[in-house]
């Protein structure tokens, strides 16, 4: 009995341990059922999500890309003044007529072996494009298929988000195109350099003639300027461009495309150049700047475009005729051959702008891209600085040689007072002064400052900073003057007001110049301070029939010579001399100044006459960051952006 009670027992338990697994059983199952139904969702969000980013993605690069083709007529730039005139509409810049049928394979072959030798092997992309998708380098990626898909993009970006965009369009361009038909498209878009889009264009304005007629030479130049446009100028740095264009054309030896022993043959040691240019109403060098800004800004475009400068015709025109005339007259007899001017406002738009006599397209801008010693000129970064510690003109600083940093300054005049007052100093140009305090606040200091308030050129770490003997641009030059005038703000260096294309009138700007936050340099009391020092030493005999301040100098050893000067509503600076250095005889503060005077004069005809410190506070009132508020009242503010 005891041993059927027993297996009873058992059985129940057996029973009841069956009940219970059946029961954990199920609802194991039905845990299971519930993952896989959360798993079900979470997959189908993400597959939702990844097609909705894929699609808007597509989308937005499909929106963003510009695969039309002008067979019609190379675009035309049409450069504007700052109220909207036409000044000038430059043509034949752009490429859009490059046959692979009509040029031959072997010019072909020169932009291939010198851009991506197994371009007619690979899908398109490589390793190191993969690698640039994860950085924000700027670069057009290393393949000619990466750099066709960047040249398709309406507006440029260097961010990941646009590498991997880039990247899915030269996949699709790979896919949906023939290499050939990629190649053309690169040999037409491919920037050359000086404004210039593709080779047919730069054949026409370099060689004088087709593409098709290009000797390997030839192309190996353009390959060697598309590769790097400002160290490859073949009118600046005609050696440099043509060692490259040798080293392409032996890496088209060594991947096979000609015979290893046509290469010495086919070498030069300066490209051979039969450059076009046609005498512009308007500066050429004005047209230079304007051309390279708006190809690094809109890049290839098959689209005319209109670019709205800061330029007023009546100056830059004043400036043209008068420049030139006094240089000729009263300059060359005294040795200097070349002169350069720059007006702007005190906000930083460029009025008018000589970048030298005669231009030639061999010639740089001497405005913008070449440095000249500035001697006294550039002093006055430092006493500002120290106007922004004592805001007095009158405070007493030492006048002596005590070297600094191993240098010992000596002041032009020999004599050295021990203290002196800033003012006096200001005016006698002494060295000591400025490097005596530069040493107190730390020349390092100084130096960023000089950086900071608009100096673009590098600066020595040394005295050479604070006493004029680094070069600068004239562009340097007037920028730092212009800080009074800007409410102690460095001004924003701009030609440019707004880049649209023709016909676009509904459409948002390519570009629009927006006023830039920027940092107060000079306090209120030390644009005060800096009103008396400018004062004292304004020649009295520099009339102008309104409130101004000027000054000039000799520097480098008589190999420069300048005037700056500033009114309410522009800042001109005026600069003579020789592209080698050579000594003049032509002296800032009478020959320059007078070039100067006339020149301030006919500007500022029609302008109301108001006071510097008024006139600024007046500036910041009214500017809206976007319009140009140049000559308010006389044009259509509507219209005169």
Not at 26 to 50: D, N, P, W, Y
Not at 329 to 346: C, D, H, M, V, W
Not at 585 to 613: K, Q, T
Not at 614 to 637: I, N, P, Y
Request: charge should be neutral; avoid cysteine.
């Amino acid at each position: 009995m005891a041993e059927e009670n027993d297996d009873n027992e058992q059985g129940g338990r057996t029973a009841a341990n069956a009940a219970m697994k059946r029961i954990a059983e199920k609802e194991l199952r039905e845990i299971r059922k519930r993952q896989r139904r959360k798993r079900m969702i979470v997959f189908g969000l993400s597959f939702s999500l990844l097609f909705l980013a894929i699609f808007g993605s597509l989308f937005t690069i499909k929106s963003n890309l510009d695969l039309s083709r002008n067979m019609v007529r190379s675009p035309e730039v049409r450069i504007l003044g700052y109220d909207g005139a036409l000044l000038e509409t430059i043509k034949g810049h752009y490429s859009q007529d490059v046959s692979l049928t009509t040029l031959p394979e072997r010019v072909q072959n020169v932009f291939v072996a010198a851009t991506d030798p197994t371009f007619f092997d690979h899908l398109g992309v490589s390793g190191a494009d993969v690698a640039r998708m994860f950085s924000t380098e700027d670069s057009p990626g290393s393949t000619i298929t990466m750099k066709v898909a960047r040249s398709f993009f309406k507006t440029k970006d260097s961010g990941p988000g646009r590498h991997i965009q880039e990247f899915l369009v030269a996949l699709w361009l790979e896919w949906s195109f023939s290499k050939k038909t990629i190649l053309r498209s690169y040999l037409e878009r491919a920037y050359v350099g000086r404004g210039i889009f593709g080779i047919s264009a730069a054949s026409r304005l370099w060689y004088g003639g087709p593409a098709e007629r290009m000797t390997l030479h030839q192309a190996a130049v353009l390959a060697a300027a598309i590769s790097d446009p400002e160290t490859f100028n073949p009118l600046f740095y005609p050696r440099e461009t043509a060692e490259e264009a040798n080293k392409i054309l032996a890496r088209l030896a060594q991947y096979k495309f000609i015979e290893a022993d046509r290469v010495s043959a086919l070498t030069l040691l300066e490209p051979k150049l039969d450059v076009q240019y046609e005498e512009n109403v308007l500066s050429g060098y004005v047209v230079d700047m304007v051309l390279e800004e708006v190809a690094d800004i809109v890049g290839y475009s098959s689209r005319d475009i209109d670019v709205l400068t800061s330029i007023d015709w009546k100056i830059q025109n004043l400036a043209q005729e008068i420049v030139p005339e006094i240089a000729e007259l009263r300059f060359k007899p005294r040795g200097a051959s070349q002169t350069g001017l720059l007006s702007i406002s005190p906000e930083g738009r460029i009025r008018a702008l000589i970048g030298g006599l005669n231009y030639s397209p061999f010639q740089r801008n001497r405005v913008t891209d070449v440095r000249h010693s500035p001697g006294r000129m550039i002093k006055i970064a430092t006493y500002y600085y120290a106007l922004n510690e004592n805001s007095d003109p009158a405070q007493w600083v030492r006048d002596n040689r005590m070297a600094v940093g191993g240098w010992r300054p000596i002041n032009p005049d020999h004599d050295y007072m021990g203290m002196i007052s800033l003012r006096e100093a200001f005016v006698r140009d002494v060295n000591t002064v400025p490097t005596n305090l530069a040493d107190h606040f730390g020349l390092l200091n100084v130096r960023q400052y000089a950086h900071n308030i608009g100096i673009k050129s590098p600066l020595s770490s040394d005295i050479r900073t604070v006493v004029g003997l680094d070069p600068v641009t004239i562009s340097d030059v007037t920028a730092i003057h212009a800080l009074p005038q800007n409410s102690g703000k460095p001004p924003q260096m701009t030609l440019i007001n707004r880049v649209s294309y023709t016909g676009d009138t509904g459409a948002p700007p390519v570009y629009q110049r927006v006023e830039e936050v920027q940092e107060k340099r000079l306090t209120d009391e030390g644009i005060q301070a800096s009103y008396v020092l400018f004062a004292s030493v304004t020649d009295p005999q520099v009339r102008l029939d309104r409130p101004f301040a000027g000054y000039g100098t000799v520097a480098g050893g008589r190999t420069d010579a300048w005037y700056v000067g500033f009114s309410s509503d522009l800042i001109t600076t005026v600069w003579a001399g020789n592209d080698n250095r050579s000594q003049m005889d032509v002296r800032g503060e009478v020959e320059l100044a007078s070039l100067w005077r006339l020149f301030m004069l006919e500007a500022h005809d029609g302008l109301p006459i108001r006071s510097m410190v008024r006139a600024s506070s007046e500036r910041r009132r009214a500017g809206d960051g976007v319009k140009d508020l140049w000559k308010m009242g006389q044009v259509d503010t509507a219209n005169g952006q």
